[in-house]
């Protein structure tokens, strides 16, 4: 009997920090149908190259497991750009 109210204090308690810890690190990353308009996949619709870099600046601003960086620009002059992701 003891053994068992240990353990549902225990597991109480870890989903308590989990649920704690959630809610701290949540942000606010926009989702892709409010920057680009659609929902990726939606038929006849493809983001521009423009449209793309806007969302991975806008998902950089809004999380911090995002880094979104330009390294330079292509040949046609559009911005040459990776994302890391975490």
């Known amino acids: ?18 649920l704690f810890v959630s809610a701290i690190s949540a942000q606010k990353a926009p989702a892709p149908i409010d920057v680009l308009g659609f929902t990726p996949g939606d038929d006849k619709k493809l983001a521009s190259w423009n449209q793309i870099v806007d969302y991975f600046k806008k998902l ?15 040949t046609m002059g559009a911005p040459f750009v990776y994302a890391t992701i975490s």
Do not use: W
């Open 60 to 74: 950089d601003a809004g999380s911090d497991r995002v880094k979104f960086e330009e390294i330079g620009k292509t």
């Open 1 to 18: 009997m003891i053994k068992n109210k240990f353990f549902s204090t225990y597991l109480s308690f870890c989903v308590s920090i989990f």
